[in-house]
């Protein structure tokens, strides 16, 4: 394994919830490889495509134009693991192991080498076929901004700037109405996309999951406020915020997903609190989907691409079991091993976080 003057055919697979950038990452990839002389499969679908032998070829006609584009041309889901993957058998969904047909479905197509571009479950299925013996490099894909192991992943920064102007929009009317304005973002474990909106929109409570909050530190802020002639606040809230000794929103169950709690409902159920407790009139939005889709900041696109040009590197130097990543503005390698079903979360010494507190922001604790 590992043998780069071997390698003359590799995929390439979009895995989990999609985000600004992936079309980016996809373009280096294929720009990089074709230029090396290598040929290029696409899988469609995430990792269900590579069980359904679902190929494409990719060439630079393919590719042409996709920069800006949000999504991914490929398609993804996050549902589907080769490892447990949902079969009918006498009418009955079950789960079976199908990696063997994944990979056999690789053989036949004479593909040697697969760079996944996915979030943590994505590098999980990843890392278990590298062990498998399938040489795989990973690009750390996630809004959420919580792989470990890398500074930045991209389609972060997208989120941030949506979230941020949807608060500069949300300001506007929260001062005419005198109203509390509650924005819910996304960010189930980890509340990056919350800090860092919340930052540059200029919010007074940032509510994120690694800090349980105070439904009276909330309060006095707002009252606070109001005791300055602030008749009307903006509230940044995480999905995976929760009260102290209270617990998560869960909006739904996808069965057959990695993870299989959809976080919804934390800043609605905010919004109600506030108004019940402060007599101010409070509404709550939740910003959803918006965040993860549309075109890629610049930012993101120069990001994805770096991360594309280094995932095919490694594929041409035969570096495999790697997932590449962002140290100080430097594209390094990380074994997947050390990355896969971690977690990176805000700690309290974060230096935003005390920013944030030294300017007088609310974290609700
Ligand atoms: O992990 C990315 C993410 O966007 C989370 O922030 C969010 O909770 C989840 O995916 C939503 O998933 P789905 O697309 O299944 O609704």
């Not at 760079?115 to 299925?125: A, C």
């Not at 709550?284 to 889709?293: A, D, I, S």
Request: proline content about 3%; charged content about 20%; some cysteine.
């Amino acid at each position: 394994m590992g043998n780069a003057d071997k390698v003359k055919t590799i995929a390439v697979l979009t895995g989990g919830g999609d985000a600004p950038g992936l079309n980016a990452v996809i373009r280096a990839v294929v720009r990089t490889a074709l230029g090396q002389g290598l040929k290029v499969w696409g899988i469609k679908n995430g990792f269900g495509g590579m069980v359904e032998n679902q190929l494409v070829e990719l060439t630079n006609d393919s590719v042409a134009g996709i920069l800006p584009r949000g999504g991914t041309i490929l398609g993804t889901t996050n549902r589907d693991n080769p490892f447990h993957y949902p079969v009918v058998r006498d009418g009955q969904v079950i789960y079976e192991d199908l990696s063997g047909q994944a990979l056999a479905n690789l053989r036949q197509a004479g593909i040697e080498a697969l760079v996944v571009i996915g979030g943590d479950g994505s590098l999980k299925i990843a890392s278990e076929f590298y062990q498998l013996g399938l040489p795989v490099v990973a690009v750390p894909k996630t809004i959420d901004n919580d792989i470990p192991g890398t500074e930045r992943t991209f389609g972060f920064d997208t989120a941030v700037g949506v979230a941020a102007e949807a608060l500069d929009r949300l300001h506007t009317t929260a001062e005419s109405h005198h109203r509390v304005m509650v924005l819910e973002v996304m960010g189930r474990y980890a509340g990056w996309i919350a800090l860092h909106a919340g930052m540059a929109g200029g919010a007074d409570c940032i509510l994120l999951p690694e800090i349980p909050f105070s439904i009276d530190s909330v309060i006095a802020k707002i009252k606070e406020r109001q005791q300055h002639g602030r008749q009307f606040s903006l509230i940044v809230i995480a999905e995976g915020a929760y009260p102290q000794g209270g617990e998560v929103s869960v909006s739904r169950i996808v069965e057959g997903s990695h993870e299989k709690i959809r976080l919804g409902g934390a800043g609605e159920k905010l919004a109600r609190a506030i108004e019940q407790l402060t007599g101010v009139e409070s509404r709550c939005t939740v910003l959803g989907h918006v965040q993860r889709g549309g075109t890629p900041t610049a930012f993101d696109r120069i990001l994805s691409t770096r991360y594309g040009v280094a995932a095919a590197e490694c594929v041409l130097e035969g570096a495999f079991g790697n997932t590449v990543a962002l140290q100080k503005d430097r594209i390094i390698r990380r074994p997947i091993d050390d990355i896969a079903g971690k977690a990176n979360n805000i700690t309290a010494d974060n230096e935003l976080l005390r920013a944030g507190r030294s300017i007088g922001i609310c974290f609700g604790d």
